[in-house]
């Protein structure tokens, strides 16, 4: 497994054993993120920087 085929949070690097996780397919790439920072992905997308690709390209929902 690469790092990113790994079941973790890409957030906070939690598994489903403790977390709910949630599968994302972005760029052919299955990423997953737990109930607890999905909002993240949805409004603050720009703090995944580092962890999701180009995620400092993505608008979060409330974005003005
Ligand atoms: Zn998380």
Redesign the pocket.
């Known amino acids: 497994m690469t790092e990113l085929d790994k079941q973790t949070?890409?957030?906070?690097?939690?598994d489903n054993n403790q977390?709910p996780l949630l599968n994302l397919k972005y760029k052919d790439t299955q990423f997953w993120?737990?109930?607890?920072?999905l909002p993240?992905l949805l409004h603050r997308p720009e703090e995944l920087t580092g962890k999701l690709p180009d995620a400092e390209n993505l608008r979060g929902v409330d974005h003005d």
């Open positions: 949070c890409l957030h906070c690097d939690r977390v993120i737990c109930t607890e920072h993240v």
